[in-house]
């Protein structure tokens, strides 16, 4: 298991979260399993309650999401990977910086919400993405958008200069191989 510590968008502020943490592992069939924690006034955050029967949607970014991007091995190709508390997920993938964007054949990741008073705790497991399976070469980022009554705060492993983007290269900032090293050692 690895983890990692998301840092807030400085022209974001967001007096409910103090802290992101997000866990990176396999579940006992090898698929990724993503452990987001949002850590503060939880009352606070925005979340939708679990659907009855999540789906894939687009704009997911719009409210609380928690977010997975795969940056493939060779050129500038990545994939998107949004997770809702809701349970309702999106997919893509681009040829390029925020080019080309297509729906990526991928079956629906198992998320799951659990909210206390100190934490929103979002668990979304990829079943067709196995962490073992990842080339060392490809780099992940993890992100997240938290919203409040008031706000909209953009959370990433780093942010390049300007306005919050997820998609820039700064932010595939995790190794697999690294990743799979803290599995093994763990």
């Known amino acids: ?3 990692h510590l998301l840092v807030r968008h ?11 943490e997000v866990e990176l592992d396999d579940d006992a069939r090898g698929a990724m399993r993503l452990v987001f924690r949002l850590i503060g006034d939880a009352q606070r955050i925005v979340a939708a309650a679990p659907a009855e029967r999540p789906a894939r949607r687009d704009q997911l970014w719009r409210h609380t999401c928690c977010e997975l991007f795969v940056r493939e091995p060779d050129g500038e190709g990545y994939r998107e990977y949004n997770f809702a508390p809701s349970g309702d997920w999106a997919a893509y993938r681009f040829d390029g910086y925020r080019s080309n964007r ?10 799951e919400l659990a909210r206390a008073a100190d934490a929103l705790t979002l668990t979304a497991t990829l079943t067709d993405l196995p962490l073992p399976a990842l080339s060392p070469a490809e780099r992940l980022g993890f992100a997240c958008v938290v919203e409040t009554a008031t706000e909209l705060s953009y959370w990433a492993l780093a942010h390049p200069p300007g306005r919050p ?11 697999p191989a690294v990743a799979n090293a803290a599995r093994r050692a763990g």
């Open 1 to 3: 298991m690895s983890r």
């Open 10 to 20: 400085p022209d974001t502020p967001c007096a409910a979260i103090e802290r992101i």
């Open 165 to 175: 983007d997820f998609h820039h290269a700064v932010t595939f900032a995790v190794a």
């Open 102 to 111: 297509t729906p990526l054949d991928a079956a629906p990741p198992r998320i």
